[in-house]
Each structure stands twice: as C-alpha cells, then as structure tokens.
C-alpha cells in the first residue's frame, strides 16, 4: 500500500469513529437525565456539533487527496469500530464518552504519523487540532466526573 493509500484509509477510520462517536453523543444528549441534566444536555450538545462539523472537514479532506469519501451509514459504521451499548445514566453516558474519546485520540495519533509519512502537512495540521479538542474534551469530562 502507499503512503498516500494508508493516509486516506487512516482518514477514513477517523472519519468513521467520528460518527460512532457523534451518533453516540447526540443520543446521549437527547437522553441525559439527573441533577446534572442541564450542564450535561448542553455538553453533549456542544460536543456532537463539533464531531458533525469534523465530519465534513475530514470527509473533504479525503476527497481532497482524490479519494471518495463514505457514502451511507453502512459504510461509516464499517469503519468506525464496535458500537457501545448505549448508556443509562449520566455517570455511565461520560464514561463511555470518555472510552470513545481516548480510542478516537489513539486513532488520531496514528493517523496522524501516517500523514508525517506521506508528507501530507495539511492532514497533518487538521488531525493534531482534532487532537487538540479531544484532548480538551476529555480532561473536562474526567475533571467532572472526579
């Protein structure tokens, strides 16, 4: 496989763990409940509008290299990993957000050597800002759930 080839496939598992990880969010959104409703509600909110708006941006990206990126849900979800059970509780739902998000940063870590590789400075530069807000994501849900 080439460099460029490994590059759009390590692309297309972002993309697909992307929409594992926001369909599991919006869900979790529409479905928190508990003293903390409100804050959560609006977490979950403001964090499944940024995976949305990420998928359109990595989606272009591969299309950018001369690839097509997934087109139906299928497809997604063949590249985006097993699927949690969904959660019941608030403490369950940042729980399991928390494991996607440290699975999605594992991936972005990897991608993102993969692009260095295929000397791909603009994959590069957009897979470390992902990394950038996961890891931001994620040390305020772990500081939260303290």
């Given at each position: 496989?080439?460099?460029?080839?490994?590059?759009?496939?390590?692309?297309?598992?972002?993309?697909?763990?992307t929409f594992r990880l926001y369909i599991q969010t919006h869900g979790y959104h529409w479905n928190?409940?508990?003293?903390?409703?409100?804050?959560?509600?609006?977490?979950?909110?403001e964090q499944y509008q940024n995976l949305w708006a990420a998928l359109d941006e990595i989606a272009e990206r591969i299309r950018a290299l001369g690839a097509y990126a997934p087109g139906n849900v299928a497809a997604l979800m063949a590249l985006a990993g097993p699927e949690e059970e969904p959660a019941?509780?608030?403490e369950d739902?940042?729980?399991k957000l928390?494991?996607?998000h440290e699975a999605l940063t594992k991936t972005l870590r990897a991608a993102i050597k993969t692009a260095a590789?295929?000397?791909?400075e603009v994959s590069v530069g957009f897979l470390?800002?992902?990394?950038?807000?996961h890891e931001k994501e994620l040390w305020m849900?772990?500081?939260?759930?303290?």
């Open positions: 496989m080439t460099d460029t080839t490994q590059n759009i496939a390590s692309l297309n598992a972002v993309l697909g763990e928190v409940e508990g003293p903390n409703f409100r804050q959560l509600h609006m977490t979950f909110e019941q509780s608030a739902m940042i729980a928390i494991v996607g590789a295929a000397e791909d470390t800002n992902r990394l950038e807000w849900m772990k500081a939260g759930a303290r």
